[in-house]
């Protein structure tokens, strides 16, 4: 798995953590709940489509 790939999923993983810890305890860390479940799945959107990216590029080689 490419390395920026995994960066972005494990940032996601990490934020979607943050997130649920805080909706858990329920208070904020930093920032809204919500908002760290958004930047969540920016990350995951980001690898996907930096993922699907790279594969498309390989294929026309």
Known sequence: ??????AGVVVAIISLIIGLLGKILGHTI?????TW???AQTCLL???A???GK???EKEK
């Open 30 to 34: 930093i920032f809204a709940n919500a």
């Open 55 to 57: 594969l498309a590029v």
């Open 1 to 6: 798995m490419n390395r920026i790939v995994l």
């Open 46 to 48: 980001f690898a996907i």
């Open 37 to 39: 479940h958004n930047f």
């Open 50 to 52: 930096y993922g699907i």
